[in-house]
Structures are given as structure tokens and as C-alpha cells.
């Protein structure tokens, strides 16, 4: 059975991806990597579809989802679309910006992604790290209500999960744990 695992990375970042280099290094050949890059111009149902496409096969395979911040929407969604096609995905989010309203930077968020966010009021079936402290995204309510079966992973970190390496052992027990 192949094994793929599809990163998308946050605001202003790209398919150099810190956190996604680490997943590739850590977890090695376990995977058939891709990744979704996007930018602020981005039409990201269309990069979901292409997505979609990567990861559809005939064959049995383990799909494993990683999105960090805004990119975790991104993934949330694409998630979402595959459930609708009957296939089963792992997902991690990172940091995850699940709801517009919970943003608390003051840097202007770009206007052109704001329509293509979904609002998530309550995530399930994911493994989510954050930090309560994060200084973009109030991540508060994720720890304050119950959701389901959510693995949720309270770090004492920055928005941009600075430790992400020391991570990545809880990344791969949960997957281990969802095959």
C-alpha cells in the first residue's frame, strides 16, 4: 500500500516550508510527498481540484493531510471534498486559522482569500497542534468546547511552531493511530 501526504503552507510562505522540509526529513520514504503552494491571487477551489487529482487513486493508498495556519483550512476543505468522494484522509492542522474571526495580528489578512476560507466552527477527526499563546490566532476556543474526536495538542509555542521538529513524534503516532 502507497502512502502520500500532501502539505499546504500558510500565509506568505511556499513550497520551501520549514515545517514541510522537517515532515520529509523525519518521516523519509514512508511518503509520496506533494505539496499545494499558493499565493494571495491564488484560486484555491481550482488548486483543491488539482489537489484532489494528486491524491485520487485506483489503488488503496493512506492519505495523509498537513496544513499549518491558513493552509489548514485549505486543508480542512480539501478534507472535506474527499470525504464527499468516499475517500478517507488523516488530517493534521498546525496552528490552524479555522475561523476569520479568531484572527488577532494586526497585519492586514488578504482580502482576495478571505471569500475562499471556510469558517469551522467545530473541527473533527484531525490531529490539531497550537498554542494558546499564539500571537496571530486566538486559539482559545479550540480548547474551551468539545469537539470530536479531535487530538488537540496545547504547545507552549509561537504561531509558527518555532519547536515543529519535537513535534513530529505526536504527527506520527497520530497517523500511526488512524490507519
Do not use: C
Not at 109 to 137: C, M, R, T, W, Y
Amino acid at each position: 500500500m502507497s502512502r502520500k501526504l500532501l502539505y499546504i503552507h500558510g500565509l506568505g510562505s511556499d513550497r520551501n516550508s520549514r515545517k514541510f522540509i522537517n515532515l520529509k526529513e523525519y518521516f523519509k520514504e514512508q511518503f509520496e510527498y506533494n505539496f499545494m503552494e499558493w499565493n494571495n491571487g491564488s484560486n484555491i477551489s481550482l488548486l483543491l481540484e488539482e489537489a484532489e487529482k494528486w491524491l485520487h487513486s485506483e489503488t488503496k493508498e493512506e492519505i495523509v493531510l498537513v496544513g499549518d495556519s491558513t493552509g489548514a483550512n485549505f486543508a480542512y476543505q480539501l478534507r472535506e471534498r474527499l470525504k464527499e468522494k468516499k475517500m478517507k484522509s488523516i488530517l493534521i492542522l498546525t496552528s490552524p486559522l479555522l475561523d476569520i474571526e479568531n484572527r488577532i495580528a494586526d497585519f492586514e489578512f488578504p482580502k482576495s482569500l478571505i471569500p475562499q476560507l471556510g469558517k469551522i466552527e467545530n473541527p473533527e477527526d484531525a490531529l490539531i497542534i497550537a498554542s494558546q499563546k499564539d500571537e496571530v490566532l486566538n486559539q482559545k476556543p479550540l480548547f474551551e468546547k468539545p469537539l470530536k474526536n479531535i487530538e488537540l495538542v496545547d504547545v507552549e509555542d509561537s504561531h509558527r511552531l518555532l519547536k515543529f521538529e519535537s513535534y513530529l513524534p505526536n504527527v506520527e503516532d497520530y497517523i500511526q493511530s488512524q490507519l
